[in-house]
Every structure is written in C-alpha cells, then in structure tokens.
C-alpha cells in the first residue's frame, strides 16, 4: 500500500537521507527553530521516528527513516476529555474512560470517543475525519485506537491478525484464580440477549482463547495480566466467570461486589506493526489508581 508522506497543516514528515542524530536532523529541518525550541518539542512528544514518539535527542537516525513533527501550534490533549496517548497522519491512539461508549448506540450518539475525537481532529482541520477500527466495552477503559485515513481502516481490519501483535488488559477479579498462570480456551456463543457463553463448536460459536497470570492478590480480589488471542465480544468477562472469578463490578456476567463503581477491565496495552513505517510499536494506558487501592 502507498502511503504518501508530506506536509499537512499540523503534522511535518521527513525523510531522513543520511545518518544522524535526531536533535541535529531536526535542527537542520526546522530552520529558525532554536536549539531549545526543538528540545522543547522533544520534551512534548511532539516527535516521532517511524511512528515512534521518542524524547531523546541523541537518538541515532539511518537514512530511509521518517521522522514526524506534531505543529507545536495545534491543540492537543487539552483539546479531549482524556489523554491522547499518539497521532500521526495514520492513527490516533486514546485513553477511552470507562463508562463511556466507544461507538453510537441506538440510544447514545453523541457521548461517544468516536464523536469526541472527531470533533478533536476537525477542530484543526475541517475536511479531517476518522474511521473506527475495533470498539472496547462502554465500561471497559483504556487503549483504543482510530485510523486517519480509509486505507489505514481497511488494512487493519482486513490483515488484523497479522498487524496485531498483543491486547493485554489488566483486570481485577473477585477471589485468587488457580493456577495463577493459565491459557483458557472455548467456543463463544451469543444469546438472543446478547449474552454470550462457552458452547460447543459449531457454526455459531467462534473460538476465543484468553491468557492470564496474576499479579498480586488479597483482600478477596486479585489483578490479572491479560492477554487475549481473539477479540470476542466480552470474552474475557465471560472465561473468568466460568473459572469462578469473574471481574469484579461485572454483575452482567456473575460478579458479587462492586467495589469501585465500575467494571474493573482495563485495556492496558495494544501492540502492533505500524502499517506506514512497519516499525513494531507499543501503546500504553496506565492502570487505574482505583484497581491499586483494592489491595492496600
């Protein structure tokens, strides 16, 4: 796929040609800027190598490199309700809070990240849109991400399994799992109610396979580290209730308590081939304060 790189009104792409340092590469790119105002901008993560937002300026360029320059003049995470966790002229990556849909419902359409971070790119650039590439639960927070451009969209959700590279979660669930390190396994079946449960195989189910080892436990709770295989609609809620320790706050599918007001999943990690650069990036959204608290 040919992506083109080049100026936008926010966003300045350059090709590195020869080997550098990415504090002299960009001093001599940004005429008129000066040695503390690029610095500046490194501090800001306003600079990325390959999609990779980097702050150190003596970091090493080759030629053939693409380094991405964010308008230091252009609204940033102020501009949304969350943080903005990275953008480049292919993606947008948040930090979706829980209780908030990431797409339109029958009965929400404008309370959603979807609607937020639209309004967040156009706010800069009127013709700009966004295109949707997976959904988190409306109580799950975390990572996700939106593509900047339809052939972004089309390449992730067609080659998802290649680009992918992991979903981890953390999630705190009621009691201690055990063994504290296992791969689950099932076919998923969705109810008429929009339930879903482990079944046979069969040309309704679909297989989903999630991964777990535990963090910490006490106080009648443990934090898990998920990694899930598959993205079915509410697997991991669904594997943990049938191990008997379903996710805290999460009465849909079992749960007893609710000991922070919300569903304790979090998706902590999305980790992928950049489909522009190929370069293997990693995003992060901090564990909640809230899922510490339990175990103090």
Request: aromatic letters at 8%; a positive charge.
């Amino acid at each position: 796929m040919d992506y083109q790189h080049g100026r936008r009104d926010d966003l300045f792409v350059y090709t590195v040609e020869e080997s550098t340092t990415l504090l002299s590469f960009l001093l001599a790119s940004l005429k008129g800027k000066s040695r503390n105002n690029v610095k500046s901008l490194l501090s800001r993560r306003l600079v990325a190598v390959d999609g990779i937002p980097l702050s150190q300026f003596d970091t090493p360029l080759s030629p053939g490199q693409k380094v991405t320059i964010l308008s230091s003049s252009a609204p940033r995470a102020e501009a949304l309700p969350f943080p903005l966790l990275y953008e480049d002229e292919h993606l947008i990556v948040v930090n979706k809070p829980a209780k908030l849909l990431s797409v339109a419902s029958d009965k929400e359409k404008v309370r959603t990240a979807y609607h937020m971070v639209t309004d967040y790119v156009k706010s800069r650039r009127v013709d700009d849109r966004i295109y949707v590439i997976h959904r988190l639960d409306r109580d799950t927070s975390g990572v996700l991400m939106f593509a900047r451009d339809p052939e972004t969209k089309e390449l992730f959700q067609t080659r998802w399994n290649d680009i992918i590279t992991r979903r981890g979660y953390l999630a705190v669930v009621e009691g201690t799992p055990k063994p504290d390190r296992n791969t689950i396994r099932s076919h998923l079946v969705e109810t008429a109610t929009h339930l879903s449960f482990s079944g046979s195989p069969g040309p309704n189910a679909k297989e989903a396979v999630t991964s777990y080892h535990v963090i910490k436990a006490g106080k009648g709770y443990a934090l898990l580290d998920i990694s899930i295989e598959t993205g079915r609609k509410n697997q991991i809620r669904v594997h943990m209730k049938e191990s008997g320790h379903p996710v805290a706050g999460d009465k849909q599918y079992g749960a007893r308590t609710n000991p922070i007001g919300r569903l304790c999943l979090h998706a902590s990690e999305l980790s992928f081939t950049h489909p522009a650069t190929g370069a293997a990036v990693t995003f992060k959204a901090k564990m909640p304060r809230d899922f510490n608290r339990m175990f103090r």
